[in-house]
């Protein structure tokens, strides 16, 4: 069974912060993709990286960075956080076979509110 | 030019009936239209995807319309469940590149 996995359901940071999210896919995907979910706004890429140490900007990239050192990890990193950031992080991974269209399995969610 | 809109943003149904939810958008060069599903407290998965060389897609109770003419594609839920009762969102991309997803349908199916 296909797994995506965050490292934290819920996570709360004070303003100014640096934080870290983690994701772990287990299906040796080479795709990997970073959103933020709001309410009215659906999914909204972030980062994507379609291989180890690649990395492309999506739709808001500011105030994010990226790392994959390793083709089953990608981390996104808030280097400052700020309440703006409030939201759902979804990391999400798919095989090369259909570019990056092929089927996205997305983790559980990362629920993160800055004070 | 790369916005798909979604509509309606929430959306209450009677058990058994037919649960629609509409996208419209602009970029007549969209290849791949997938459909995710979103249960509480889960990630999005896909729930049923077409392209554009067919005009309807069909699968169990689920079918997706395609109207290239009006730019515009629309997922069919039949006999609508509880179980239904989710996030909807629609999405577009061009040419294998990235998902461009709407805004997101909340569905509620009332027993």
């Known amino acids: 069974d296909v797994k995506v996995t965050q490292s934290s359901r819920y996570l709360v940071k004070r303003t100014g912060e640096k934080v870290f999210l983690e994701c772990v896919q287990d299906m040796d995907h080479e795709n990997m993709f970073w959103y933020r979910q709001d309410p009215g706004l659906g999914l909204r890429l972030i980062y994507f990286s379609y291989d180890v140490k690649m990395k492309e900007k999506g739709d808001i990239p500011e105030g994010y960075s990226v790392s994959r050192e390793k083709k089953e990890r990608f981390s996104l990193i808030l280097e400052s956080a700020s309440t703006n950031q409030t939201s759902m992080y979804l990391c999400a991974s798919s095989s090369r076979g259909a570019g990056l269209t092929d089927t996205q399995y997305f983790g559980p969610g990362t629920r993160l509110t800055v004070l | 030019q790369q916005q798909v809109k979604q509509s309606p943003q929430s959306l209450i149904v009677q058990k058994g009936g037919i649960s629609i939810i509409n996208c419209a958008y602009e970029?007549?060069?969209?290849?791949?239209f997938p459909w995710y599903q979103q249960f509480p407290g889960k990630g999005p998965a896909l729930l049923i995807a077409i392209r554009p060389d067919v005009s309807e897609k069909k699968e169990g109770r689920f079918t997706i319309s395609f109207n290239k003419s009006a730019k515009q594609f629309s997922l069919h839920i039949m006999d609508s469940q509880p179980g239904d009762s989710a996030t909807y969102f629609c999405?577009?991309?061009?040419?294998?590149?990235?998902?461009?997803f709407g805004q997101g349908t909340r569905l509620t199916i009332n027993p």
């Open positions: 999405a577009a991309s061009l040419r294998a590149q990235k998902l461009v």
């Open positions: 970029n007549t060069a969209f290849d791949y």
